[in-house]
């Protein structure tokens, strides 16, 4: 099969793409502008590399030539950016998402796999989150990834593609270098010497689900005709403070926290709902949070100085 990966540049899909290979037999063409990824990340990968932006319609054709299938990665992913800069958030999210699924449709490549968010598009719901739930968003971030979908199931009726919008939860794990996710940021900062800033009082909870184990959901996907939106994590909601609980042990260090007062549009407990998944992909998450932690924090020790941390 060979897939086009819009945004395999970044952390997912660098940890997707070296999944791919694990399994073989995929082509992988990959599309990034390099703002929140780099090359260098997929540098030991087998693939064709595309430098360009989804809001470009003919730099988007160019990449699909020949191929079968989607894989949208490509966002501005920040929540809190997204709520000073909602044009930007939209021109990108929505705007080169439509983009890409014109490009689709002209091209008659048919299916895509479209990553998306559940938290963010559910807001202040008492978690687990699933799918049935009504949509409301708390940020332009989450309200924009609610339109991708949106816009997915419409060429899915419209023009008979095959559509799923897995809804990540918050994803950790290797190759995490350029993230500013709280994990990543939280290993880079203590290898660093640096205090860590918590945002409200650390009790906040959310769903942490290991890179590999979200690329066998993306997999899952690709194989199957599964569609709309489809709730990705691990069923577990974890609270900050025991995060860095975790990461004192691991890392043997003594870690101090500056807790500040909770920021607008930010939820504070999610986590979601994976039956769904478990029904349509057969997924099944393998990964336990310590084990998955100790790996990232190793992987960062082991290319501390490549990273200049």
Same mark, same amino acid.
Request: glycine content about 10%.
């Given at each position: 099969?060979?897939l086009?990966?819009?945004g395999?540049a ?8 070296a999944?791919l290979?694990?399994? &073989? ?11 929140l990824?780099?090359?260098?990340a ?10 360009g ?15 079968d ?6 966002a ?10 909602p ?10 998402s439509?983009?890409v699924l014109?490009a ?16 963010a598009i ?18 332009? =971030?989450?309200?924009s990834?609610l ?11 419209? =023009?008979?593609?095959r559509?799923?919008?897995?809804r ?11 993230? &500013?996710?709280v ?8 290898l660093?010497g ?7 009082d ?5 769903? =942490?689900v ?5 690329s066998d ?6 194989q199957s005709d ?25 890392s ?9 007062p909770?920021?607008? &549009?930010?939820i ?14 057969? =997924? ?14 190793r ?5 501390r ?5």
């Open positions: 099969m060979k086009l990966i819009t395999g970044g952390f997912v899909g660098s940890n997707l793409i999944r290979e694990e399994l &073989g037999g995929y082509e992988i063409v990959v599309l990034d502008n390099e703002v990824g780099s090359r260098e997929i540098a030991d990968c087998d693939i064709e590399f595309r430098h932006d989804i809001r470009d319609a003919e730099t988007v054709e160019t990449a699909l030539a020949g191929v299938a989607v894989v949208h990665l490509a501005d992913t920040r929540v809190i950016p997204s709520i000073s800069e044009k930007f958030n939209f021109d990108v999210n929505v705007g080169g439509l983009v014109e689709m449709r002209r091209l008659g490549v048919n299916k895509i796999v479209n990553a998306s968010t559940g938290g559910i807001g202040a719901a008492e978690p687990p989150v699933n799918e049935t739930m009504v949509a409301a968003p708390l940020s332009p =971030y989450g309200a990834k339109a991708v979908e949106g816009y997915c199931s419409a060429y899915a009726a419209s =023009y008979g593609m559509a799923a919008s897995l990540f939860s918050n994803v950790y794990g290797p190759r995490s270098w350029h993230k &500013g996710s994990i990543a940021l939280f290993i880079k900062q203590i660093r640096e205090t860590l800033t918590v945002y409200g650390g009790t906040q909870t959310r769903d =942490y290991h890179a590999r184990d979200l959901g993306i997999v899952a996907a690709l599964a569609s709309g939106p489809i709730q990705l994590g691990t069923g577990i909601g974890t609270p900050l403070n025991t995060i860095i609980d975790m990461l004192r042990e691991i043997g260090r003594d870690i101090a926290v500056d807790y500040q909770f920021r607008d &549009g930010e504070v407990h999610t986590w979601c709902d994976i039956g769904h998944a478990r029904d349509v992909l057969r =997924y099944d998450p393998q990964t336990g949070l310590r084990d998955g932690l100790e790996e990232t924090w992987w960062f020790v082991d290319n100085e490549r990273l200049a941390l």
